[in-house]
């Protein structure tokens, strides 16, 4: 379910292409989602171009939510809207903020993965070896003075 970052980048009123792309689904669907829900309200211009304001944009997000993601039918997403609007509206929220971690957590892990497997092509190929990151065996240790001390390489 695709979202708008922040208010800053909100524009007052959207084309139906934009909120086709926001959303997720095509021009079609909100012609009739447009049909189906009275909430969903556009200006239109003289030639009878659709403009969507922010409130209907976030109308169309929340039926998107309960159709597509809940799974409801066109009526019960009707009554959803009717009966637990700000309800389904705060679910849907939470749901967009765990989507959006959950990306975050993904790119975290996938540049760990990069530095990793970057740190593996040296010492693989064994052109150099880093002493941070070698360590002393105590069992291999004789004399504490002892400068001949062998060493594990962790990496």
């Known amino acids: 379910m695709p979202q708008i970052n922040s208010d800053k980048e909100r524009k007052q009123f959207y084309s139906i292409s934009e909120v086709a792309r926001i959303v997720g689904?095509?021009?079609?669907?909100?012609?009739?989602?447009?049909?189906?829900?009275?909430?969903?309200?556009p200006r239109r211009s003289g030639r009878g171009i659709r403009f969507y304001s922010n409130d209907d944009l976030d109308t169309i997000k929340l039926i998107h939510y309960l159709v597509k993601d809940k799974g409801l039918t066109l009526e019960g997403a009707r009554k959803r809207l009717k009966e637990n609007r700000g309800k389904e509206a705060s679910a849907m929220d939470?749901?967009?903020?765990?989507?959006?971690?959950?990306?975050?957590l993904l790119a975290i892990r996938n540049n760990i993965e990069l530095i990793e497997a970057r740190e593996e092509v040296p010492a693989k190929a064994g052109k150099r070896r880093d002493p941070e990151k070698e360590a002393i065996l105590p069992s291999d240790t004789k004399k504490e003075d002892d400068a001949s001390h062998p060493t594990l390489t962790l990496f």
């Open 94 to 104: 939470v749901l967009q903020r765990l989507q959006d971690i959950r990306r975050e």
């Open 25 to 41: 689904v095509n021009e079609t669907a909100l012609r009739f989602w447009e049909k189906e829900f009275k909430e969903i309200n």
